[in-house]
């Protein structure tokens, strides 16, 4: 059975200024969370204040920071897990205003003034009537968000059953040091197969696809004020120096600028 949301989802009053679309709650939490497969009726945009979340879908994992949002079609499948501290807010848009909108999820950089109204419609949206203030606020931010450039930063799972072993594996342990033969012999392909399925699943080669997620792992267990170097030898990194350039190219950010963004709410300018 899927869970519900916590957050209330009041209807809210018809007024002459239209049904009430848009409701939420902020959010703050103090330690790690988790969350089981759930899905909301309405579409649900998750904007992050400071802290990190992870979000899991079936087919893909979303990675959301400081200053961020990801948007969730209504009725989407998913789980998340967030790590220390976070705050943010959560708002819900009825099923019949998101057809103007994608119905896949995707992540999107928050601009300040679309920052601004969300904090007030999170904080007002389960007590203030709708009123003509409060629906104009709302459009405004339905119109901002609507123009903000999106960008997806999800990795892809695969779907074939074979590679999901191996996919599945290198989650739980993303320092396994296996070459690709055996993990072919694991999916039970030829290396040839392996890399040509692997590759048109996921739309990255296998060695992209396994960096990628030792780098969103290395981002959750920094939101966690975990040691770098802990980090570094957790998904599969002799190195130091190697993590420090790997984490650069994967995220613009060193690892210690990166734990610093998440526990103060972002920077403006991208540290070395």
């Given amino acids: 059975m899927h869970a519900k949301s916590f957050c209330l989802l009041p209807t809210g009053p018809v007024s002459s200024?239209?049904?009430?679309?848009?409701?939420?709650?902020?959010?703050r939490q103090t330690d790690r969370r988790t969350t089981d497969l759930h899905v909301h009726e309405r579409g649900q945009i998750f904007v992050v204040e400071s802290g990190v979340m992870a979000v899991m879908t079936q087919s893909s994992y979303w990675l959301i920071g400081p200053r961020q949002l990801l948007w969730l079609p209504p009725d989407f499948v998913?789980?998340?897990?967030?790590?220390?501290?976070?705050?943010g807010w959560s708002l819900y848009i009825m099923a019949e205003r998101c057809s103007s909108i994608t119905d896949k999820p995707f992540v999107a950089d928050c601009t300040r003034l679309l920052m601004a109204q969300?904090?007030?419609?999170?904080?007002?949206?389960?007590?203030?009537?709708?009123?003509?203030?409060?629906?104009?606020?709302?459009?405004?931010?339905?119109?901002e968000f609507l123009?903000?450039?999106?960008?997806?930063?999800?990795?892809?799972?695969?779907?074939?059953t074979r590679l999901k072993r191996v996919a599945e594996a290198l989650s739980a342990t993303p320092a396994d040091p296996?070459?690709?033969?055996?993990?072919?012999?694991?999916?039970?392909?030829s290396l040839r197969s392996f890399?040509?399925?692997?590759?048109?699943?996921?739309?990255?080669?296998?060695?992209?696809?396994?960096?990628?997620?030792?780098?969103l792992n290395a981002q959750e267990r920094l939101a966690r004020r975990?040691?770098?170097?802990?980090?570094?030898?957790?998904?599969?990194?002799?190195?130091?120096?190697?993590?420090?350039?790997?984490?650069?190219?994967?995220?613009?950010?060193s690892p210690s600028a990166y734990a610093q963004r998440c526990s103060e709410g972002g920077?403006?300018?991208?540290?070395t």
């Fill in 17 to 27: 200024y239209g049904a009430r679309w848009l409701s939420g709650c902020s959010i």
């Fill in 78 to 87: 998913h789980e998340g897990r967030s790590h220390a501290a976070i705050t």
């Fill in 118 to 143: 969300v904090e007030r419609l999170a904080q007002s949206g389960t007590e203030t009537a709708w009123q003509e203030p409060f629906a104009r606020l709302a459009e405004s931010f339905w119109d």
């Fill in 147 to 160: 123009s903000i450039p999106r960008h997806s930063a999800s990795l892809a799972f695969p779907e074939d």
């Fill in 178 to 189: 296996r070459g690709q033969q055996e993990w072919a012999d694991m999916a039970g392909m």
């Fill in 195 to 215: 890399i040509r399925h692997f590759t048109a699943d996921t739309g990255m080669q296998f060695s992209v696809w396994r960096q990628r997620l030792r780098i």
């Fill in 226 to 253: 975990e040691r770098v170097t802990d980090v570094a030898a957790a998904v599969g990194y002799e190195s130091l120096g190697a993590f420090a350039a790997a984490f650069k190219k994967g995220t613009g950010y």
């Fill in 267 to 271: 920077i403006d300018q991208k540290q």
